[in-house]
């Protein structure tokens, strides 16, 4: 004979496995839970650091140097050596007689320079014997370290001409340049000195060689005409003194003269 189960056992067989399934799956919660009262935990939370600080730190931070790569562990370079062809070499010897015949060598930076506007400026400077040469900077700085002129080597960026005399005629070159506000002067080299362009503007304000000349050449006359008039004060004095002590010791001896007969005739 089958047993015969109540429904009301069924019922709480069946709750218990749902609800140990829901708790395995959720996790069971305390029925009581312990609540803290009274004052809070004490912490201490640092300050943030001030930003000159922050910057200071940043600055003095020590950073250890790289270590240095083992002899031997990268292969040297190989640089290709190239040969200068012989517009080169010729452009290098035109610069060479440049530098050794001419007193003034200017360099100007050309600013967009219309052909007709370089046509012009090299007509006005033609009157003063002032030629424009155009050399590339390229040869400029392949030349210039190995010469005498190495300093004028970072005048040479961008476009650049060389206005060149045999002469140092600065002053007709700024009034020609006053005219082509396109060409903007860099600096020059005059006699063997590297000036900038307001030694330049100073070197204009000066004399020119023949004034200087008529100046010196004036006070040179001017001190020997002083030092002649001297030396011949003197002996010039000294004979104007000697004629008056002369004519003093005439007239004192005929004034004895004219005495010595009254004496007598008194005497008789």
């Not at 292969?75 to 001419?102: A, H, I, M, N, Q």
């Not at 476009?159 to 009034?175: A, G, H, I």
């Not at 600096?187 to 100073?202: D, H, P, Q």
């Not at 010039?236 to 009254?262: T, V």
């Amino acid at each position: 004979m089958k047993r015969c189960i109540p429904r009301r056992h069924i019922r709480c067989k069946m709750a218990a496995t749902l609800c140990g399934r829901i708790v395995t799956k959720t996790g069971c919660l305390p029925l009581v839970q312990s609540v803290r009262h009274g004052s809070k935990a004490v912490t201490r939370h640092r300050k943030p650091m001030h930003f000159l600080k922050q910057k200071l730190m940043a600055v003095t931070e020590y950073i250890p140097p790289k270590p240095a790569a083992p002899p031997g562990a990268f292969t040297p370079r190989t640089r290709k050596t190239e040969e200068e062809s012989g517009l080169v070499r010729l452009l290098k010897r035109d610069l060479k007689t440049v530098f050794s015949e001419c007193k003034m060598i200017a360099v100007l930076q050309n600013n967009a320079t219309n052909a007709e506007d370089m046509l012009l400026l090299k007509h006005r400077l033609r009157k003063h014997d002032i030629t424009i040469k155009f050399f590339p900077n390229q040869v400029m700085r392949s030349f210039l370290p190995g010469s005498p002129y190495s300093n004028m080597q970072p005048l040479f960026i961008g476009q650049t001409v060389l206005f060149v005399s045999k002469e140092p005629k600065v002053k007709e070159m700024l009034q020609v340049l006053r005219s082509s506000p396109q060409m903007l002067l860099l600096g020059a080299c005059i006699e063997n000195t590297l000036l900038s362009r307001e030694g330049i503007l100073n070197y204009s304000k000066l004399p020119s060689m023949r004034t200087v000349h008529g100046e010196l050449v004036g006070g040179l006359t001017l001190m020997t005409s002083h030092t002649v008039s001297m030396l011949h004060r003197h002996p010039a004095y000294l004979s104007a003194l000697l004629q008056q002590y002369i004519k003093q010791q005439q007239s004192a001896d005929s004034a004895e003269l004219e005495a010595a007969p009254k004496t007598e005739e008194t005497t008789a």
